[in-house]
């Protein structure tokens, strides 16, 4: 079931791709042949509308569109046909479809966690109590505030730390506050406390508003902003050396289900297990994105870097010279992406 559920859901985020470039297709009056769900061999032509067959093809991984005269300019109506900024807009499409998927899917979390109230940004509450810890046994409760604790006054998460690190295996005193009153219980934090509870088995967090999703759209875009950043930054630091192959290294279907699958049995506590879900495929679908705007011949991005020229200087790359980078590319891209799944039997990536 598990394996079912991220075969469809990663065949989505490819289909989606495909589909930013079906509209934009659409949108600059460009012809599409076929929209195939899955990548042939064809099982079956679904239907047809507006001169595009609609397939079903036998392997599940993603889907495919085929443009009229994509690689070839003497087609009228083809995408290779159209104008420099058609041919960019919808090579652009499919990867903006992707951020835009992430956007969304940040702001379906963020409705379900809720947004920090700003007005209690000082306050520190408690958002999930690990099954038999010492905070369960002396009766702390989900959303009690830390007011003190061994009279220091807590108004972040690091200082509450602190304070309960610096007191293993001896009694705290803690002041929360309840429904409006204060009231004052003794935790003994344990002198060796798992890695995955803590001393006293707490969540901790600020208190948080609830939110639609429609609000929280800034907070998926300033999301999938950050996670954009940061893998780039990752890209460029391999590039000079500054980080280990393995803090980059690339995964693939099997890599990325082993990840999957330890998110979806050990779920973060306090929050719905759906979330760590969400979060995934929101980070896959960013990647898929971004990596795909690269300028990388056969890559969207690289198609890109092809049109730039007709824009800048009023000249057309030779269209026999850019199938061929494209094809050369293609092919190597496919062979990568061969060692990459291998890869991930023979030698599988350590999982955080």
Not at 138 to 160: E, F, P
Not at 174 to 182: C, D, K, L
Request: proline residues 8%; glycine residues 10%.
């Amino acid at each position: 079931m598990l394996l079912l559920e991220f075969i469809f859901a990663l065949a989505a985020m490819v289909i989606l791709h495909e589909l930013g470039h079906f509209i934009a297709c659409r949108i600059f009056n460009v012809e599409v042949e076929e929209f195939g769900l899955g990548f042939p061999p064809r099982a079956t032509t679904l239907f047809e509308a507006g001169g595009t067959k609609f397939t079903l093809n036998w392997l599940p991984f993603g889907g495919f569109v085929r443009p009229k005269g994509e690689n070839d300019p003497s087609i009228p109506g083809g995408l290779a046909a159209a104008n420099p900024w058609v041919r960019m807009a919808v090579f652009a499409a499919g990867p903006l479809m992707n951020l835009l998927s992430a956007i969304l899917l940040f702001a379906v979390i963020a409705s379900l966690v809720g947004k920090p109230d700003p007005a209690r940004l000082e306050q520190i509450q408690i958002d999930a109590i690990s099954p038999d810890s010492p905070a369960e046994a002396a009766g702390l409760q989900i959303n009690d505030i830390l007011v003190t604790i061994n009279d220091q006054v807590i108004t972040n998460t690091g200082t509450a730390h602190n304070v309960i690190y610096a007191n293993l295996g001896k009694p705290v005193t803690f002041v929360i506050r309840r429904q409006g009153s204060e009231q004052t219980l003794e935790i003994t934090p344990r002198e060796n406390p798992p890695a995955n509870q803590g001393a006293v088995g707490i969540l901790m967090g600020t208190p948080r508003l609830s939110i639609s999703v429609i609000a929280a759209l800034p907070e998926g875009a300033m999301a999938t902003y950050l996670y954009g950043e940061k893998l780039l930054s990752m890209i460029g630091d391999l590039i000079r050396g500054n980080a280990s192959p393995d803090e980059g290294r690339l995964v693939g279907f099997k890599g990325m289900y082993d990840v999957y699958e330890t998110v979806r049995t050990e779920p973060v506590v306090g929050y719905p297990p759906i979330v760590d879900a969400l979060g995934f495929f929101a980070s896959i679908s960013i990647s898929l994105g971004l990596l795909n705007l690269l300028p990388i011949p056969a890559l969207d991005g690289g198609r890109i870097v092809f049109a730039l020229p007709e824009i800048v200087i009023r000249r057309r790359i030779p269209q026999e010279y850019e199938n061929w980078v494209n094809g050369i590319s293609f092919i190597l891209l496919i062979v990568l992406m061969i060692f990459v799944n291998l890869r991930d039997f023979i030698n599988p990536p350590t999982l955080p």
